[in-house]
């Protein structure tokens, strides 16, 4: 009898985390929910703002009026819906991040707490500073490399062209015709709105995550889990894998490559400085406490 409730007090604790957890996790999906439905409603003007980088590409390149095609019915709408998965779930990280923070902190103590609490707060804004570096500089250069090759400007100037010669009245699917030639195959750029939408989220997570690289190894630090000498020791092995990360996630261009390069480097160095500043501050302490003046006299 006393083994059965010695059995019963061990589980409820653990039924109450579950509830809890429950309770976290329902708060959470409605607010990624809220935040989906908030996104959708101005998901067309984040889909203009995502692909402007294409767009002034095309109309440095002389396209006149750039556009951007779907070829399924559907196609646009999941588009949008996709814009609104990414973004809602930026709009409720927040009440995700506090969900979270409540179901951990009660099993925290007091400097766990004011360890972790910092992390939660630098990580979202250290992604917004990568996602906006790519957004503002890294696609730019990548759609002048990719869509430099062809020189569209011909090709719309002939088209247009084309049009002005035609009588009123002809269909514009007429007006879309390429004009007969002897100077062999015309190749221009129709974009496809998810394919051109993809590349531009590709950017932004690939250098989103790549700027929380100071975030994870300052909380790993906190933890002693990696040290400033340690990594200062693998420097030569860091510049190799983020070479290799450089020629993965960017276009082969050397100068988007050498960007990507240059600053994941950066962030390299900064936090081998922000793990020494961490391991300064706890050998201050426990000379503080006494614990180096310890093992000195224990010599």
């Not at 019915?73 to 990414?86: A, C, D, G, N």
């Not at 040290?227 to 092995?237: C, I, P, Q």
Request: aromatic share 12%.
């Amino acid at each position: 009898m006393s083994q059965t409730d010695d059995i019963d007090e061990s589980t409820a604790p653990l039924i109450e985390h579950l509830a809890e957890l429950r309770t976290r996790l329902i708060r959470a999906v409605i607010a990624f929910a809220v935040g989906i439905i908030l996104a959708f409603m101005v998901a067309e003007p984040i889909l203009q703002f995502l692909v402007h980088p294409i767009e002034q590409t095309l109309r440095d390149l002389g396209d006149p009026s750039p556009t951007l095609q779907y070829t399924s019915p559907q196609e646009y709408l999941f588009t949008l819906f996709r814009i609104s998965m990414v973004f809602g779930f930026a709009l409720s990280f927040p009440v995700i991040g506090y969900q979270l923070w409540r179901f951990v902190a009660p099993g925290l103590y007091k400097s766990e707490k004011g360890a972790f609490l910092p992390f939660m707060i630098a990580s979202p804004f250290m992604f917004l500073l990568g996602a906006s570096f790519a957004q503002f500089v890294v696609t730019p250069l990548a759609m002048q490399f990719f869509l430099g090759f062809a020189d569209v400007s011909s090709i719309f100037a002939n088209l247009l062209s084309r049009a002005a010669e035609m009588p009123e009245g002809v269909a514009n699917v007429d007006v879309a015709m390429v004009p007969e030639t002897s100077e062999g195959v015309k190749i221009t750029f129709f974009g496809k709105v998810n394919e051109s939408l993809d590349i531009t989220l590709k950017f932004i997570m690939a250098f989103g995550l790549c700027f929380q690289l100071p975030v994870l190894l300052t909380l790993m630090g906190k933890a002693g889990l990696v040290s400033a000498a340690g990594l200062g020791g693998v420097r030569k092995y860091a510049v190799v894998a983020i070479l290799v990360l450089a020629a993965l996630v960017t276009p082969p261009d050397v100068v988007t490559q050498l960007i990507l390069f240059t600053v994941v480097y950066g962030l390299y160095e900064i936090s081998i400085f922000l793990v020494a500043r961490v391991e300064k501050k706890r050998e201050a302490k426990l000379r503080a406490e006494g614990y180096y003046d310890d093992e000195v006299e224990g010599e």
